[in-house]
């Protein structure tokens, strides 16, 4: 009997794997959210011609995904086990998120290239190449190691969302307990303590976790398995080609709710129990709630349907959210609130779906290069190019150091309305809506959780 046999009979797997997926998790719940306040308060939000130092902040995770699959996922393909592969990334991981905020450093950028050589900046891309290849690292572990990974993953994977939830809250817990309420605030560098200390113990736990060998220990390396060579032939098929056109547009305006999201509503004064990072987490705890009815609403609306649905969540909650900029009250709290709950449609419907759609429309053979082109064209293109533009865009709308949140949301309600149209009306496939439940948890992997 193997070793990682003999380990998942004696402890349970879910929930090794659980701690894990949690632990993972809370390091970017913990920071991903509220750098922007931390990044605000040292001064790196002020906008030039070519944008601000946040916008590269918010354009390295981009970056990574697109980088990750060329780079560090092949070393756990071929040459080391895959939980220390995970240890190292995330002990390194800790270091660098320890050192970032003391590199924080004020002021304009004057170029684009002045943007991604702050040092802050150089050190959080360090930072996500080493995070990002771990999301697909630690689901494919999961599966592993799971006698049944259909029906025991989604388990392991709401971890996530839970611990991603209670990163949100770290620093309002740190204040609940009678620490420093200025010093444990949203914006302080602890945040990017918290990730790392959580980063370390999970560094630490992953050589625990059941021994997983190099799958493809030996082979030969192949340039199109590495780029996806083959997956982009997927591209010939029209409804394809749409649904990955069209994935890749919904994204530009994405990259404003993850960039502005979290500045928009502490500047509106909306938060939960006096955290705004709270008040964002909500739409993690409704991305719980969408992702149980799913299976549902997929086996009676199909794919079209679903996808739909998904890319209107973003119309709603961006128009809502230039509605709200100016009102008071009820009208200023509710719009907002309804917008941040709409996550949950907005990543399940649309996210997940797509991920189902790919899988069904790919062959076997190129599944998971199919997954990995639209993961590049998703996270990787779509949101880097959004984070740019959007940079330029908030400098477009500011007027004597005011932004214009109403043109600023308007725009990209704008923009993802004309995308759906233009989806609605060019694809169709004549898959039927037949999905199980199971394969909808299957696809929910941690591959397209955003920050999320």
Not at 94 to 105: E, M, T
Not at 329 to 350: E, R, S
Not at 429 to 434: A, E, G, I, S, T
């Amino acid at each position: 009997m193997s070793q990682s046999a003999t380990l998942n009979q004696s402890s349970s797997p879910v929930t090794r794997l659980s701690i894990m997926m949690f632990l993972q998790f809370f390091i970017w719940g913990a920071w991903y959210v509220a750098m922007w306040g931390f990044m605000d308060k040292n001064g790196m939000t002020a906008n030039s011609g070519s944008g601000a130092f946040v916008d590269a902040a918010y354009t390295v995770a981009p970056i990574a995904a697109i980088l990750a699959p060329l780079t560090l996922g092949l070393i756990a393909d071929r040459f080391l086990n895959t939980e220390k592969v995970l240890s190292i990334l995330f002990l390194v991981g800790a270091v660098l998120l320890y050192v970032a905020p003391g590199l924080a450093k004020g002021g304009a950028p004057e170029s684009v290239m002045d943007q991604f050589s702050h040092p802050m900046i150089l050190c959080l891309l360090a930072y996500m190449i080493c995070f990002m290849p771990t999301l697909g690292l630690t689901a494919s572990l999961s599966f592993s190691h799971l006698a049944n990974g259909e029906k025991q993953f989604p388990v392991v994977r709401v971890m996530g969302t839970i611990g991603w939830i209670v990163g949100n809250w770290a620093m309002w817990f740190c204040r609940s307990i009678g620490l420093d309420a200025e010093q444990f605030a949203d914006n302080s560098p602890h945040i990017f303590t918290a990730a790392a200390i959580a980063s370390a113990l999970l560094g630490i736990y992953c050589l625990s976790l059941p021994k997983t060998a190099p799958p493809s220990k030996g082979k030969k390396i192949s340039i199109g398995e590495i780029v996806g060579i083959d997956a982009w032939g997927l591209l010939k098929n029209r409804s394809f080609l749409v649904f990955a056109l069209a994935s890749f547009l919904i994204c530009i305006p994405l990259a404003g709710y993850y960039s502005k999201g979290a500045g928009y509503v502490g500047e509106m004064g909306v938060s939960l129990f006096g955290s705004t990072t709270g008040a964002m987490s909500t739409g993690q705890m409704s991305e719980i709630f969408f992702m149980l009815i799913m299976p549902f609403c997929f086996a009676r609306l199909g794919v079209k349907w679903m996808l739909t649905i998904g890319m209107s969540a973003w119309v709603v909650r961006y128009g809502l959210w230039g509605f709200a900029f100016g009102q008071e009250g009820p009208l200023l709290t509710l719009p907002i609130f309804i917008g941040i709950l709409l996550h949950g449609i907005c990543y399940d419907f649309f996210f997940v779906t797509g991920m189902i759609y790919t899988d069904k429309k790919a062959p076997a053979a190129i599944r998971s290069q199919a997954q990995s082109l639209v993961v590049m064209l998703t996270q990787g293109l779509g949101l880097g190019i959004g984070a740019q533009l959007f940079g330029r865009w908030t400098a477009a709308c500011t007027v004597d150091g005011k932004v214009d949140f109403t043109k600023f949301w308007y725009a990209p309600a704008v923009f993802a309305f004309g995308v759906m149209v233009l989806f609605f009306l060019l694809f169709w496939d004549k898959l039927k809506p037949d999905t199980s439940a199971e394969e909808v948890a299957k696809a929910a992997t941690p591959d397209e959780e955003s920050a999320m």
